[in-house]
């Protein structure tokens, strides 16, 4: 190829990012638009409000902490879905994975007591994400087998989880005292706060490193969503599972498993759920207790969608919600305005992202109709 | 302790739990049938239940409230209907997205009305509408089965009743008047309806709308009849279980009440059991999750393949 | 006065010029014939004419008067009624359900079952179209359904039947009925345009022939004027060779070997029913069929897409029944699907992702599961080039290929695959004339390379061109094997539709409408 048609293509390249970006950032400028619309209707002030939330996530070290800390289990989810969606596989029940993979790692981190950190932390981790995975398991064998679909089996199973969690942290795993929770976890098998890592003087120096409770989690969610966008871009594995979810006949001619690609996709997309649970746990609260997410799982549908199923989109399109989850007490706080005011939001944005697919589904079509309908 | 479980009253409770989940699956059926996949009955469902409590706590009187929770219905599957009728948004994310909304417009409406999150105030139920006496192990034979008819036919509050009315009109009218012929012949090839002067837009937008009212009158019966007042979120996955009902009821009004029956029973059964765990000794959240693990059993094993619409969940293209 | 006409329809999608200020009458009790290739722009124009498209210039006149058709339904009630190529029929309802569809007789939007039964019959009856009202489309043949297609268009009033590519899914016979039966409503005081790009039926049926070619007509005729190389100079534009040349077939040794297989078919009924052929090297075998006859099934059980219930299916000496289509590809078989949209490529990929689909776990492709983005591109280059793909990159998306692009793409892929048995199913459905020839080429090429090649095809002329052998495939046997020199398209057809023993009787018109139906073996 001649360096002209280098240069053509890579322009070509830009101006395709730049219509991938731009959707999405409309989406969340007009879902904020009318977020402070309905604020305004409701007699609340829609400015100060939004100062307030980005006051509470942006505004000092320690709230941004707070929002890397809300992003963490974001990203992880969000990269779930988005793994999901690649096989056109909904696991809108990423949030029962979660829960599971949380249970996993509060359960194996008091089994492991008295390991050091680097056994602790490796183990905790992958037993929430073979925790997660095996959550996704009997949904994934269900749509493979027969075509039940996971909407309906993930949902369901979320609810199990989320009893069965309750079960254990009422009854076999509760810890002595009043309040239904699991013991703490060992030093060993927590992961340990940024600011920690530095010694006084540094952050004396370097005031913006204390992050409060913002934890190692998030290295571990950018290193995951680093690992699933190269999965996805330079694996069989991960041309199997783009292919059978644009188009499982072809894939099936092409030699591909569909079942089999369905199973593993579904099971991956459960292990980062399951991952997602693990750091809340080991970053956050030490312990499990049933209402450790406050539906993570849920928003990381929110966050794929926003990020149109892109791993490394996935981070910013986190740090979003992740932001708006922590800002929203600090809104409460000092305007006022009721949290839920957040899911609302998120709601709007869904809605907009989807809807501006009819952009480029027009286009297409019209492109199809010019081909295909001559004739 | 087996006639202890047995009773009248516990068919009675699974008629009443079935009712919900069967105005949600026969809306869910009617929306499927055109063409348009709706997870959004969760959220409507939702939305409807709050609106009927909002209502009557503001008026005092319940059936404005039904009134409200029906309309309530409408106007958020009003929603869906243009995001995926006319934008031709991928339907369940869609109806996704409406879920997360229900959840955060009831949160928020809450805390604005009454200034609190969690439950509202309790409203004076609506009652049932016979009052027939019968009693237990009164006299005799005739007495006693007299006691279980009435316990069980004749105890219920009206949306009850109005639920297995519209299972039977809804499957008369798809199989005998013209808004059932085009209603399936929408959902199995829209153009086919569309080339012979159909409006295929009109008929999922109407098809839509309908399952919206019902899913709100479903709403209206959890508050209103039943529990008495709105907590956040207390649909508790029934618009999902709905979904399921519909599939285990092959897409028909009178299949989707059957397989509604079959889910409130098994509601009704771990309530029942729950008053005998003492006895029983296994933890509550296991009785808990038995509608849920029923569901992916029904979907696994009984359904099996069944098919739904052919053109289910795909956009519509003209021309 | 002319029943319809069409003065100067013009209609723009973006970048393509669909028709050009096309113009035509239709007189009562007429068949005029719409001549042209894929994408030559005939059925725009109809859709035009049926409201199913807006013109951007141009006026249509129906009994002189000039109208706007905005809808499918301003269409009806104008009196035109439409065939569709791909049926508007609701398979799980009736015959009568279909029919009455939009204009149900009864009260108060309650529907007169009892009336509407009767009205499908009258009609069924007074146009000798017979057809049982309560049977469900789904269990009817494909002629039965395009009865039923007939019969909606008459029950809603059309004047003007328009017949888009209507003998695209039929026999040799069930086309010689459709004939019959176009004529006979004809004389009956209907008119009707037929949509068509085969050049023996506009000879056979029109009155008059419109030749279309890139959105413009070319050129009117009529039977008596033209022949059928005068007809195909005009629709192509150039001289075209019929058939195409190849020289005699050097038979290796045997590739494929099957024997007595059974294939079940999606609702579990046996739809391949004890078949067994081979075919060697350097040879094309050719399988002649009506669609539905087992050979989607049979080409799957080979291909590794279906299991077969019985038999066995060699490749070169190794059993391979049971082989999955990874296993299969793995074994050397390559695989031309029959619906290249659906199974042959990934729309939303690109070029290059599509030409290595099969080869994206192997070198130098894919190494432990790791592709390499350098060798795909190098693969893909070469194919392109060596398949002649016209594109400007191996990165432009599927989708936004032509037709006979697409189908380059899907060749290149199995014959540059290399492999020891390339599978044709239908390798030239909805391709324009320079593709087919192209792709008929190729699979002459890989012949005489020495490989085994099975195809697949409802085209006669594509069966009598290429292949070495044909077998007839009818209702899941192969009922019939010919050596080429042996066969013509009507003795081919007698076999495909069931008949057995001796030449058909070329002057006899079928008798009764069920022939296809009720045709026994041999």
Known sequence: ?375 | ?319 | MPLLELREITKVFPGVLANDRVSMRLERGEIVALLGENGAGKSTLMNVVYGLLTADGGEVLVDDAPVKIKSPRHAIDLGIGMVHQHFMLVEPLTVTENIVLGREPGRLGVIDFATARERVREISERYGLRVDPDAKIIDLSVGMQQRVEILKALYQGARVLILDEPTAVLTPQEVTELFTVVRSLVDEGLSAVFITHKLEEVVAIADRILVMRDGKVVGETTPAATDEIGLARMMVGRDVVLRIEKGASKRGATVLEVEDIHVDDDRGLEAVKGISFSVSGGEILAIAGVDGNGQRELVESIVGLRRPKGGRIELKGNDITHANARASIEAGVSHIPEDRHRRGLVLEFDIAENIILGDHRTPPVARNGIMHPKAITEVARKRIADYDIRTPSERVDAENLSGGNQQKVVVAREIGRNPELLVAAQPTRGLDVGAIEFVHRQIIRERDAGKAVLLVSLELEEVLSLADRILVIYEGRIVKEFAVADADAETLGYYMTGGGGSKIDKDAIPGTPETPATGGDE
Request: glycine fraction near 12%; aromatic fraction near 10%; charged fraction near 10%.
């Open chain 2, 1 to 319: 302790m087996l006639a202890d479980i047995i009773t009248p009253d516990l068919f009675a409770s699974a008629l009443r739990m079935a009712t919900p989940l069967a105005l949600a699956a026969i809306g869910g059926t009617i929306c499927e049938r055109s063409g348009v996949v709706n997870i959004a009955l969760e959220g409507i469902m939702l939305c409807g239940a709050f609106a009927g409590v909002a209502v009557t706590l503001a008026v005092g009187n319940a059936w404005l409230g039904v009134l409200a929770a029906v309309l309530a219905g409408v106007v958020i599957a009003a929603i869906h209907a243009f995001t995926s009728i006319n934008l031709r948004s991928d339907q369940v994310v869609s109806g996704t997205a409406i879920n997360i909304l229900a959840l955060g417009l009831t949160g928020f409406l809450m805390e604005i009305l009454y200034g609190h999150p969690g439950t509202t105030e309790a409203v004076t139920t609506i009652k049932p509408i016979f009052r027939f006496a019968s009693e237990r192990g009164g006299g005799g034979f005739v007495a006693e089965v007299w006691h279980w008819v009435n316990t069980i036919l004749f105890s219920h509050t009206p949306i009850v009743y109005m639920a297995i009315i519209i299972a039977i009109a809804m499957q008369w009218a798809m199989y005998n008047t013209r808004w059932g012929l085009h209603l399936r012949a929408l959902g199995e090839h829209p153009r086919a309806v569309d080339t012979v002067g159909v409006s295929v837009l009109k008929g999922r937008w109407i098809a839509v709308l309908i399952s919206g009212a019902l899913a709100g009158l479903a709403g209206a019966n959890l508050t209103l009849e039943q529990v008495g007042s709105f907590t956040e979120n207390m649909t508790n996955g029934r618009g999902f279980i709905a979904l399921a009902a519909n599939i285990f009821g092959r897409w028909t009004p009178v299949g989707s009440y059957g397989a509604s029956l079959l889910f409130g029973f098994a509601d009704a059964l771990q309530i029942k059991l729950q008053i005998f765990r003492g006895e029983i000794n296994i933890p509550p959240q296991f009785f808990l999750m038995l509608p849920y693990i029923l569901t992916v059993i029904v979907l696994a094993g009984v359904v099996g393949r069944s098919v739904g619409p052919a053109a289910v969940g795909k956009p519509y293209e003209k021309g």
């Open chain 1, 1 to 375: 190829m001649s360096a002209a048609a280098e240069d053509r293509s890579t322009n070509r390249d830009w101006a395709a990012i730049a219509q991938k970006v731009g959707t999405p950032f409309a989406s969340v400028l007009l879902a904020i638009l009318i977020g402070s619309l309905i604020m305004w209707v409701s007699g609340y002030d829609p400015i100060a409000a939004y100062a307030a939330l980005f006051q509470g996530s942006f505004g000092t070290p320690k709230a941004f902490g707070d929002t890397l800390l809300k992003s963490t289990p974001l990203i992880l989810a969000g990269l779930g879905l988005a793994y999901g969606f690649r096989a056109n596989l909904f696991n809108i029940g990423a949030e029962g994975q979660l829960f599971m993979g949380g249970l996993a790692a509060g359960w194996l981190g008091l089994v492991l007591a008295g390991q050091p950190w680097y056994v602790a932390l490796p183990l905790l981790l992958l037993a929430a994400m073979l925790a997660g995975a095996a959550w996704a398991f009997i949904p994934a064998i269900l749509k493979a087998r027969i075509g039940a679909h996971e909407v309906i089996t993930t949902m369901m199973f979320t609810y199990i989880a989320r009893y069965f969690v309750s079960y254990l942290v009422i009854g076999p795993l509760k810890s002595p005292g009043q309040i239904p929770q699991t013991g703490l976890l060992p030093p060993e098998s927590q992961l340990p706060r940024i600011q920690s890592l530095f010694s006084d003087a540094t952050l004396q120096a370097m005031p913006f490193l204390k992050m409060g409770r913002a934890h190692m989690g998030i290295l571990v969610a950018i290193v995951a969503a680093v690992i699933v966008w190269w999965v996805l871009k330079y694996t069989t594995l991960g041309y199997e599972n783009r292919a059978v979810g644009y188009n499982p006949w072809a894939a099936e001619t092409g030699g591909i498993s569909v079942q089999w690609t369905t199973v593993k996709a579904l099971c991956i997309s459960g292990s980062l759920a399951g991952l997602a649970g693990a750091v809340e746990v080991m970053g956050v609260h030490h312990r499990l207790f049933d209402q450790f997410s406050s539906g993570f799982g849920f928003t990381g549908i929110a966050v794929a969608l926003l990020a149109k199923n892109h791993p490394i989109a996935v981070i910013p399109a986190a740090l979003l919600f992740g932001a708006l989850s922590a800002g929203a007490g600090t809104m409460q706080l000092m305007a006022d305005v009721p949290q839920k005011i957040i899911l609302i939001v998120q709601a709007l944005v869904i809605f907009f992202v989807a809807a501006e697919g009819i952009v480029t589904y027009f286009v297409k079509q019209r492109q199809k109709e010019a081909t295909s309908n001559v004739g």
